[in-house]
């Protein structure tokens, strides 16, 4: 019995002594995907038989649970309208990393909501989204005021009406816009050429901040914003919203709606309508109004679409008009009058209050037709199809003397045709890629009748480009390489006086890329991407010969102006923790040839008035920066975050510096929610910290020093509850709130006055 006893108590001794040295402390990390197109599935529900335990993936498709045990486990992923996954797996590491890519079942199921087929981004370089509450917050403000809130992104405006990204440095016919999936082409070559189009469209505005020539062009050199609506309903769904905004600086009043709906009878048939319309007067600083700043705004859009299995297909139309004031006093009459009042740095003349919009001004519209389908050959393979047309108006009006406001100075019209065919591979090993042709047509022209000499000529434009990329994901690791090829030629004409000047040039280059994401464990990740990128000269560029009325200066182009070149490298490290993120970027880019718009000094006196000179110059560069953003939980109710960029730019053959250059800036805040349930974010108090530093790194010749740096201080209080079983959302911003007088360096309109002051700003939205 002794015996019997101590061998008991033995096997005992050893069973306690296998199971404490068994790990029960493993992690396991991964993402769930739509075999198909490779986007993210969001709320797919994970479950571990032997472990009792689950989790439901987020936005991003990423899940992760913790304190696993050592061995063979078997996993079950399901998530509604895809084939159930279930395998065993193995867990022998402290980190698993591990991907699945779920396959759609038939459409024809009556629960069943088929995701529409918008492209998902796929990029192993630093990309920032902006969604939800945040882009909620951004309602009623420009893409490129809204897009400020990203870190690294600023803007390049003339007044406080006309703006345009810019990504670390570059702006521009460097920045690709892709509106619903269609490249941008408008006008946009002046800085107060704003994007023609409408953000209430968007349900998501998402930054590429890398060079993506590869996958998009040439003018996808200095980064990408892709606008990206909701997706088409599939089911007999409706669902509606409504935004009203006001402003109490200028008087700015937002209306726009928009409805979707699924077809019941027909499923996977979707459509959706969208329209907007917005009217402000003109802006007031601290101390004065800003004579001839308002503005007239309004859009219109409509999509329907088919979706099943097999074949998708989708057909999209918008329309976008606004009519802007240009700042009255930035045309000055002769050259006294143009050295007093920057000497001056504000009007002297003090202007009324109206909603009147006089010459000097433009008046912009922009049609966008778009045709898409995509047939997925087998499981694996996908062919898609896109077709866009485009129209561009732009019509600029200057301060005639004697002659009624109906006759533009500047008159263009821009056609514009985009065709792509891309062969998409989503296997079921590790290897996604895609290969494809991208063709754009455009003919440009100067609509007879100004009375002055073209500032561009017309031209035609055609550029083919072909292009291929693959990307191979296993567990932690992803890798990423791309290659493209791009042919464009260029033929433009003109008459000075009876002379007739014609050119034609021809411009190629190729680029490529490689890029990789590392999960170092279940808080830390690591990307870095490298890729060469190119642009040729705009036409502006190379043209310009005279009054650029938007922008009150005489512009002078270059026709011997070579391509810019390109090589970027792009650094992000991301930490994501149970009460604080962290997102730090670092980049270099070697610009050869960069082209930058400079002034000479000299001015251009006219019977129109006395204007500055500017010239398209060419130079070797080198821009590097660091973008820092984070967020921080100190309770359930407090929580924080500040984000920041530091940016520099140099001449590398003068060893000066470049104009327009954003300086160093950073944006911090808190928030505190209030109520009992702080975490669905119903009654909320923000206040915000905007600092920004003096340029110090100026052009050798400016027509004013850079102004002084800046602080601004806003608060905000938001809303939701419940109205008819719907959601109701109200905000009150106060914009500036110490009706601080400041200028920003990256105003071009800075020589003559003073930013916006205190803005108040009443949100409602609904959703029903």
Partial sequence: MIQKAILLCLVLILSLGTLSAQKCDLVLRGRVLHLENNQPIEAAYIWLSESATGVVTDANGNF??????????????????????????????????????????????????????????QTTTAVSTLYGEALLQSRG???????????GVSTFSTGNTISKPVIHGLHSNRILILNNGIRLEGQQWGAEHAPEIDPFLADELTVIKGAETVRYGPEAMGGVILVNPPALPTSKKYATELNLVGNSNGGAGNVAVSHAGGSGKYPGLGYRIQGATRRAGNIQTPTYNQGNTGMS?????GALGYSSPKIGTEAYYSFFTTELGILRDAHTGNLSDLLAIIENGAPFAQADFTYTINNPKQVVTHHLAKLKAHYHLNPSWKLNFQYGFQQNNRQEFDRRRGELNTRPSLDLELFTNTAELILEHNLKSQWTGSMGIHLIQQANSNVPGTGVTPLIPNYDLLNGGVFVMEKYLKGALELEAGLRYDYRTVSAARYVGKNLQEATMTYQNGSLFFGGRYQI????????????????????????QGLHHGAAAVELGDANLDSEKSLKWVNELEYEGKRSTLELAAYANQIRDYIYLNPTGETFVSLRGTFNVYEYLQANAFFYGLDISGTYSFTEQLNGYAKGSIIRAKNTQSDTFFPFIPSDRMDWGLSYSLG???????????????????????????????????ALINLGYSKKLKLFKNTLSLSLQVNNLLNSEFKEYMNRFRYFTADMGRNFQLKFNYQF
């Fill in 141 to 151: 403000e420009s893409l490129g005021e809204s897009l400020k809130r990203v870190a």
């Fill in 64 to 121: 992760m649970l913790k304190n696993l045990c050592q061995g063979q486990q078997t996993i079950q992923i399901t998530f509604i309208g895809h084939k159930e996954i279930k395998q065993s797996i193995g867990l022998n590491s402290a980190i698993n990393n591990l991907t699945f890519k779920m396959e759609e079942e038939s459409v024809a199921l009556g629960t069943v909501d088929v995701h529409g087929h918008r492209e998902a981004v």
């Fill in 521 to 544: 464990n279940s808080n830390w990740s690591f990307t870095s991407n490298l890729g060469t990128a190119w642009r040729p000269p705009n036409v502006n560029e190379l043209f310009s």
């Fill in 297 to 301: 705004e309004a859009s219109l859009s």
């Fill in 676 to 710: 009992e349930n702080p975490d669905q974010g119903k009654n909320r108090i923000t206040i915000s910290n905007v600092l920004v530093a003096k340029q110090h790194r100026e052009p050798e010749f400016d027509l004013a020093p850079a102004p002084p740096a800046y």
